[in-house]
């Protein structure tokens, strides 16, 4: 059968839901998150990528943040809900954050 979040969002009509990277609507992102999910969690990990270099000379600093998180659909929910938890979060976004019209 189909299940709830998929009844409901193949009820809203496209301009209702938010337009994501790569021109996504709300639905298709959720879908994608949960097919990543389901990989991470039967152990399929991705290759990990060298973001973190080594800057010896650098100052130590403290963190304003506890998590940063990339914006976007998905991102954005996140973010929220880490800050109700009460972390402290930044989002980087691509575009101007605009909400819905």
Request: no cysteine; proline share 7%.
């Amino acid at each position: 059968g189909v299940g709830l979040t998929e009844s409901l969002m193949s009820r809203l009509p496209g301009e209702a839901q938010t337009g994501g990277a790569g021109g996504q609507s709300t639905y298709e992102s959720l879908l994608m998150l949960d097919q990543a999910w389901s990989k991470l969690r039967s152990g399929e990990l991705p290759p990990p990528r060298d973001i973190v270099f080594d800057e010896p000379d650098a100052p130590p600093e403290s963190a304003e943040f506890d998590v940063v998180v990339a914006g976007g659909n998905i991102g954005i929910l996140l973010a929220t809900a880490l800050a109700l938890r009460g972390l402290r979060v930044a989002v980087l976004e691509a575009g101007q954050l605009r909400g819905r019209e």
